[in-house]
């Protein structure tokens, strides 16, 4: 068995697998720093499972689980459910509370988030929920699958866990996804190029304060800084509205917007990206000149552009060949890295098929190992 590292942490990928599979018996708590969209698992669990939905909630007929969404930090112990009179037989009987979907007889898929800054009294409440499969005193159709979200101690947002729970509990700390996993999520999610070659670009963006040695990136979360608004794989996809907006928003107001989304360090750096995007040569002229239109060698950020618009114009095999003589021009591997990267785990799955792709991917093996 190779050298295990337990300080390593996984990935939503692996979690999305890794939960359905142990939340009957035992609750996985999920921990990361703000923003790496931990939240996104329930409607992964419900994609992998086949059930049809449209966002967490939305259940039909022929669901095999009701998904349900639990807020956490903004429930009272009303939300969760309450004990009520019955004259006839002189009891308090508890009666659960709607959002739990206690009527279909279903099983449930239920998602704590942001568990740990539930109040006291709550976290009570959820305890049993946690450890024993109950809300208060009605148990949960056999079968249910429980997990929970919340930020790290160290992130200094108020997450606290008390020490009998957490021994009974599977606390597991997620990652931030690398810039390469993000562009891939994002590219699959309509997120402008310009966002996304930006991400390439300084792909420190992706870092973690938790990485160590990261005092001087002006990008990130940390607990030590007084501002609050910081570039995350949340945010800079909250973004994208404001930077798809430039033209109709005005320059001014633009950067505006995009500093009080992902700061101000990104906001100033993302302006050459947002001022590159309509002088970049398009990638359909390209394609039919691509061994003399002119290749701006000299500017990363302006290749990067063309790269991500590629990715996304570019549909048929002849378009992606003729693509791959002016990538041949660019002189530096790291953008062509890039390119051949992203446009291989794409869902066209044009460069698995492509001669051009293959015998670059032979000549440039060391850049992708």
């Not at 609750?27 to 703000?34: A, I």
């Not at 009272?76 to 739990?100: C, Q, R, W």
């Not at 994208?240 to 320059?251: A, C, F, K, N, P």
């Not at 530096?332 to 792709?357: G, P, Y």
Request: glycine share 4%.
């Amino acid at each position: 068995m190779s050298k295990l590292n337990f300080n390593v942490p996984v990935t939503i990928e692996e979690l999305r697998v890794a939960i359905p599979l142990i939340a009957e018996e035992l609750t996985v708590v999920v921990l990361s720093e703000p923003g790496c969209g931990k939240t996104s698992l329930l409607a992964m669990i419900a994609t992998d499972n086949g059930d049809k939905w449209r966002k967490a909630g939305d259940n039909y007929p022929d669901d095999k689980f009701d998904y349900i969404y639990v807020d956490c930090p903004v429930k009272d112990m009303s939300d969760i459910g309450m004990t009520i009179p019955n004259h006839a037989s002189k009891t308090l009987e508890y009666y659960v509370a709607s959002l739990f979907k206690m009527d279909s007889g279903k099983k449930k898929v239920i998602m704590l988030d942001e568990m740990l800054k539930a109040p006291k009294m709550l976290q009570v409440l959820f305890t049993r929920m946690v450890l024993e499969r109950y809300v208060g005193d009605r148990a949960l159709p056999y079968g249910s699958l429980m997990f929970a979200t919340s930020n790290n101690t160290t992130d200094g947002v108020g997450d606290n866990m008390l020490a009998h729970v957490a021994n009974r509990v599977c606390k597991v700390q997620m990652r931030k996804p690398t810039a390469t996993e993000w562009n891939q999520w994002a590219g699959a999610n309509g997120v402008s190029r310009v966002i996304r070659s930006w991400v390439a670009r300084y792909p420190k963006v992706m870092a973690s304060y938790l990485d160590g040695e990261q005092e001087d990136n002006p990008y990130i979360f940390k607990p030590s800084s007084t501002s609050k608004q910081f570039a995350s794989p949340r945010s800079l996809a909250r973004a994208d509205i404001i930077v798809r907006q430039t033209d109709l928003i005005g320059e001014n107001a633009t950067m505006v917007a995009l500093a009080g989304t992902v700061g101000e360090a990104c906001a100033r750096d993302m302006a050459a990206f947002l001022a590159l995007e309509h002088k970049v040569a398009d990638v359909k002229d390209i394609i039919k000149a691509p061994l003399t239109i002119a290749c701006p060698n000299d500017d990363v950020s302006a290749l990067l552009l063309i790269m991500f618009q590629a990715i996304d114009v570019v549909q048929e095999h002849d378009e992606l060949s003729k693509f791959m003589q002016f990538v041949d021009r660019i002189k530096s591997s790291e953008v062509q890295s890039i390119f051949f990267t992203m446009m291989l785990r794409s869902k066209t799955k044009l460069a698995r098929h492509n001669d051009r792709i293959k015998k670059w991917a032979i000549d440039n093996y060391d850049l992708m190992t």
